[in-house]
């Protein structure tokens, strides 16, 4: 069953299903790119790793049910002996479940030149802690961009959620819902695009850069995010009957509830 929404789908960024989604969306960009690239590259998942602590603004949208004690549970206490003496009846504790830092990591597309084995092309869909201003994750995002972008590989940034602040902020490009965004190595000097898209847009087919005189590949997101919605199953997931997280801002909001009750869903 195809998603209701006619671009990107404002409930697949809700913080409990996007580690989902980001996976899913990952593997179909390698699975889309494979048979237009090869034999000349191949292309590869690989991860980006950084540690996240107590005091990261984006420590509680990582993983949090791992991260607090249900309301109800009162883990019990280790029972004292009876021969122990205790002058008081030790108050029972909630049980940390969390490690002062945690190792993160998110994973990215990278097309390798397989007679170099050099990167070309860095492809990253971002995640919600690359959003947080001051979260490690961002601080990690934005040096692997700058990384890049000093190289003569390329940098393609997929952004498709609407919450926290942009990761890049390319001039005189109109505000959107959602952006794409490519810094590509021409050789003389670096050229930068982006493909600004609101909500009600299809998802653009964007280009993914090869090295010269290889035409780039092209990677149509909203087949993409199509496919892995029906693989998935997103749509036995998604209560379309109640407000998306995070929330829409009036007029998409009733623009979303009107669409929903043509389709039955609301």
Same mark, same amino acid.
């Given at each position: ?5 006619? %671009? ?23 699975? #889309?790119?494979?048979?237009?690239? =090869?034999? =000349?590259?191949?292309? !590869? &998942?690989? $991860? ?20 607090? &004690?249900?309301? %109800?549970? =009162?883990?019990?206490?280790?029972? $004292? ?12 504790? &909630? ?9 993160? #990591? ?7 030149? =397989? ?5 070309? #092309? ?11 201003? %001051? ?27 609407? %919450? ?15 952006? &794409? ?8 000097? !670096? ?30 997101? $909203? ?30 909001? $009733? ?5 929903? #009750? ?5």
């Amino acid at each position: 069953m195809p998603s209701p929404f006619p %671009g990107m789908d404002p409930y697949l960024e809700d913080p409990a299903l996007w580690p989902d989604v980001h996976h899913a969306l990952i593997e179909i960009i390698r699975e #889309t790119l494979v048979p237009q690239v =090869r034999p =000349r590259y191949a292309v !590869r &998942v690989e $991860q980006r790793v950084y540690v996240n602590d107590v005091d990261d603004p984006a420590y509680r949208i990582m993983v949090p049910d791992l991260r607090i &004690v249900r309301s %109800g549970q =009162r883990p019990s206490w280790p029972a $004292q002996p009876e021969s122990a003496a205790v002058p008081q009846v030790i108050t029972q504790p &909630v049980v940390v479940t969390n490690l002062p830092e945690e190792e993160i #990591t998110e994973a990215r597309v990278e097309i390798i030149d =397989r007679a170099e084995t050099a990167v070309v #092309t860095v492809i990253e869909v971002v995640s919600p802690t690359n959003k947080v201003r %001051g979260a490690a994750g961002r601080t990690s995002f934005i040096a692997k961009r700058k990384e890049v972008t000093t190289s003569a590989a390329h940098w393609l940034e997929i952004d498709l959620l609407r %919450g926290g602040t942009r990761t890049a902020y390319p001039a005189g490009v109109p505000e959107s819902d959602y952006l &794409v965004y490519l810094d590509r190595h021409t050789g003389e000097r !670096r050229r930068r695009y982006a493909w600004p898209v609101d909500l009600r847009d299809r998802l653009p087919v964007v280009a993914v850069p090869l090295r010269e005189p290889d035409v780039d590949a092209a990677l149509d997101l $909203q087949a993409a995010l199509n496919t892995i919605y029906d693989r998935a199953g997103y749509d036995l997931e998604v209560n379309y009957a109640r407000a998306p997280e995070p929330p829409l801002l009036p007029p998409a909001a $009733q623009w979303a509830v009107d669409l929903l #009750t043509a389709k039955g869903l609301r």
